[in-house]
């Protein structure tokens, strides 16, 4: 089992940037796949992007593509989503999440973050 933290939330404008973190501790971290998934109130929790443990292989969601960069690193067994040019509508609850393969199918990750606000204002 692997533990995840995330960090980097807040308050922002719209325009915007923001630096998520996401650090794993009790299992080796460099063998497993991200991912970063956000909840909305009143919405179902949605894909953003995932990695695999190389980093060769990345995916993201068609909402954030363009405007956000996953990376790790897995000396400092952290995972990364940097977000620019925020949207009002990018406002959620962020989460990162571990799992043996990158996929934007939320079941196949097996430990879960508790989340990071991220509110953005127009």
């Known amino acids: 089992q692997v533990q995840l933290v995330e960090s980097g939330g807040g308050l922002v404008q719209a325009g915007g940037s923001l630096r998520l973190s996401c650090a794993a501790s009790g299992r080796t971290f460099s063998n497993l796949a991200m991912g970063w998934f956000r909840q909305a109130p009143g919405k179902e929790r949605e894909f953003v992007a995932a990695i695999s443990w190389s980093g060769g292989t990345i995916y993201y969601s068609d909402s954030v593509k363009g405007r956000s960069t996953i990376s790790r690193d897995n000396a400092k067994n952290t995972v990364y989503l940097q977000m620019n040019s925020l949207k009002p509508e990018d406002t959620a609850v962020y989460y990162c999440?571990?799992?043996?393969?990158?996929?934007?199918?939320?079941?196949?990750?097996?430990?879960w973050g508790q989340g990071t606000q991220v509110t953005v204002s127009s």
């Open positions: 999440a571990a799992a043996t393969a990158p996929t934007p199918v939320a079941a196949a990750y097996k430990s």
